[in-house]
Every structure is written in C-alpha cells, then in structure tokens.
C-alpha cells in the first residue's frame, strides 16, 4: 500500500507527502522487524525534509522515526539515537508541534529506563503525557499510562504503578488500541509478579499473549513469555521457565533484539535454579557483554551478580566477592536502589554460609530497601531463607 502510495505522489511531485509515506513505510517496516530497510526509509525522507525545508514538522519528525528503527534494531548506539530525538526536539519546539514534543519525550524516557534510570525516565513520561492530553491523542495518551506504569514499578513504587496501569488498560479498551492493550497486560502482569501475586500474573499475562497470539505484533511475545519465565521462577518451577525462555530468545532474536540482553540474563537465572552451573555461567558473560556494549547497566548489573552466585556455588571465593562487587557499583552508579538491594541480598546469603558477620548488614539494607519499594516478592524471598540459605533464587 505505501509503496503504490510513493509511487503516485513522486508522479505529483508531491515533496510533503513523499516525506509522510516514507515515514509510514519505516513504521511499517519496524514493526515487521525489518529494522534495517525502516533505518534506510527513515533516513531518505529525513533528507529530504532537510532539502524541502518548508515544513520543520517534517524533520522533527525523521529524527523520531529513524531513532526508533535504530534502537529496535539494536543498529546504532545509544549517544547516536540520543542525538536523533535531542536533534527532533530542537525543531520541534520553535514550531510549537505539541504532538512531535510528546513522542520526543516518550522515547527519551525508553532509552533512560534501557539505562537503568527509572526516575529520570519517569520525568520525561510524564511531559509526555502532559502533551499527550494537550493534543487529544488518546492512543499516545494510553501508551504513556504504560510506561508510567513500568517506570514507576522499576522506581519502586508498586502503588502508583498499579493505579497507572489500571488507568491505562481502561483506556485502550475503551479506544480498541489492541496494541497498547498488550503492552499494560504485560506491564501489569510485571507489577502483580512484583507483589507476590503470582496466581494473578499467571492469568493476566496468558491473556495478553493470547492477544498478541492473535493480533500482533510479533515482536511483543518475547515479552511475554520471559514475563510468564518470570512467574515460573517465582514458582521455583525451572524447567517451564527455560522452556519460555528458549521460545523467547528465538523469537527475539529476529524480532526484538534489542530484549536479547535480559533474556540472556533471565536465562542465566533459570539455569541457577536449575543448578546448571555451567549455562548459567554462559548466559551471564553473553548477557554482561551485550548489555555493556549497549549501555544497559540495569542489566549487566544483574549479570554479574549471577556470575557472583556461579563462583560462590564453585567455591570461588575472591571471584564471588569481585563480581558482587561489580554488580553493586554498575547498579550503585545509575541509582537503581532496588537491583542493588538484590544484589546486598544474594552477597548477604553467601557471606551467612561464610560465618561473615557482614552479611546481616548487606541482608538488613536489602530487606530496608524492599520493605521502602513494597517488593512483596523479594521480601518473601528474604523472609523465607534459612540461616544457612541455599544461593539459588528462593
């Protein structure tokens, strides 16, 4: 449809409309998982908007749509997609394009949370939104609710999360945003895992993959099955966590690359608590490389602490300790209080096997952060370990 579409206004020469198709094809294409031709279409209209120069809208606009083809596809790094949206937001403000405002904003705060850095994120969702009601656009406006949602819960603040979400899921029913309905049941589906309401979980996130299942897109269902991989753990039930994660991976890995780096270190989790000490291993360096290769510090900073448990499993004592060390400043760094505490919780478990006196303190300062982020799970976690607790998830 675009392409004949392209092909008539060239026949009109009609420079604007070239620009908009373009734009849609790119669209089109990325949510196809074709990541490369999107970049290429973006970047064409995008030179041609600078070269028509009468509608600044136009190329505010480019800046938005090859940065998401970037990111999706994991082409780029991230100073360079940074740039594209800084760069949209530049043209987009003087012009007053309210809409293109708010989706500069929206995108900033998904490459702040792919940092780590729920809080800043947070700040830009919400301009988001606040431009999101200015203009009316109830299917950017749903879509924002999400990634409050997420934000706030990765900020630790479950309450608002859930308010958020709820508010979110009424929305894109009431609109028929099937695509926005996905992202909040699994946005909500994280936030019930969160607070330990497993059964709830389960029952929300089948009923989003089912949706996705049935509509699309495609690159939505890693998601949710390393969500459900997710509820597994929690169940200790490790074989169906590793088969989801598996069928995750190897759709992701066509689909939405940019997941691969959590999978790896979801993965690496699952085969801990499995006891596969080697795969685990293997997960955690894949998912430690990737991940500070693409500036995913909330991640890596995850995987060092399975490597950590991998060594402390092997008797690895300087090893452990080195690793723990470096998941806690990569999470210390990007304020991520909550990943850290996880991190002063599995140490705090080891250092008790040790007869270390050190580890009430790290497992106190874990438990405190918990109880401050109502992360329900990790406190049941916590609570239920022995004296002597296993280093596997509990």
């Known amino acids: 449809f675009y392409e004949t579409a392209l092909v008539r206004w060239k026949s009109l020469e009609d420079v604007p409309q070239q620009i908009r198709t373009y734009y849609a094809l790119a669209e089109c294409?990325?949510?196809?998982?074709?990541?490369?031709?999107?970049?290429?279409?973006?970047?064409?209209?995008?030179?041609?908007?600078?070269?028509?120069?009468?509608?600044?809208?136009?190329?505010?606009?480019?800046?938005?749509?090859?940065?998401?083809?970037?990111?999706?596809?994991?082409?780029?790094?991230?100073k360079t997609i940074q740039r594209h949206l800084?760069?949209?937001?530049d043209v987009a403000q003087p012009a007053k394009a309210w809409q293109l405002i708010g989706e500069v904003n929206f995108w900033l705060g998904v490459l702040a949370i792919n940092r780590g850095d729920a809080h800043t994120a947070l700040e830009y969702d919400r301009q988001a939104l606040i431009h999101f009601q200015l203009t009316k656009q109830s299917g950017w406006e749903a879509i924002a609710y999400n990634n409050i949602a997420f934000h706030a819960l990765m900020a630790g603040k479950p309450d608002q999360a859930v308010e958020i979400a709820q508010a979110g899921l009424d929305l894109a029913r009431q609109i028929g945003s099937l695509n926005t309905l996905g992202w909040l049941l699994s946005?909500?589906?994280?936030?019930?895992?969160y607070l330990g309401q497993l059964s709830e979980a389960q029952d929300t996130l089948e009923e989003g993959l089912a949706l996705i299942n049935e509509w699309g897109p495609a690159r939505l269902r890693p998601g949710f099955l390393a969500d459900l991989a997710q509820v597994a753990m929690a169940?200790?039930?490790?074989?169906t966590a590793v088969a989801r994660l598996e069928a995750a991976k190897e759709i992701a890995e066509i689909r939405a690359p940019q997941f691969m780096p959590r999978l790896h270190t979801y993965l690496a989790?699952?085969?801990?608590?499995?006891?596969d000490l080697t795969l685990a291993e293997s997960e955690a360096r894949q998912a430690q490389s990737i991940a500070q290769e693409k500036s995913q510090p909330r991640v890596e900073?995850?995987?060092?602490?399975?490597l950590a448990i991998v060594h402390a499993s092997n008797g690895q004592v300087d090893a452990a300790a080195d690793a723990f060390q470096r998941s806690l400043k990569v999470l210390q760094k990007i304020g991520d209080e909550l990943e850290a505490a996880r991190t002063r919780a599995a140490w705090g478990r080891w250092e008790l096997q040790l007869g270390n006196q050190d580890a009430f303190e790290k497992m106190n300062a874990a438990r405190e952060t918990f109880v401050n982020s109502g992360a329900l799970l990790d406190l049941q976690r916590l609570g239920s370990a022995p004296l002597t607790p296993s280093l596997t998830p509990s």
Do not use: C
């Not at 074709?34 to 190329?59: C, I, M, N, S, W």
């Not at 169940?235 to 074989?239: G, Y």
């Not at 989790?269 to 006891?275: K, P, R, S, T, V």
């Not at 900073?301 to 399975?306: H, T």
């Open 301 to 306: 900073g995850r995987a060092w602490r399975v």
């Open 187 to 193: 946005t909500m589906g994280e936030i019930q895992t």
């Open 29 to 78: 294409l990325r949510e196809a998982s074709d990541f490369t031709a999107a970049a290429e279409h973006a970047g064409k209209a995008l030179d041609l908007a600078k070269e028509y120069g009468e509608q600044p809208e136009l190329v505010a606009q480019g800046h938005i749509v090859i940065s998401n083809a970037l990111r999706s596809g994991q082409l780029s790094d991230t």
């Open 86 to 89: 800084l760069a949209a937001l």
């Open 269 to 275: 989790e699952a085969y801990l608590g499995q006891g």
């Open 235 to 239: 169940q200790r039930a490790w074989e």
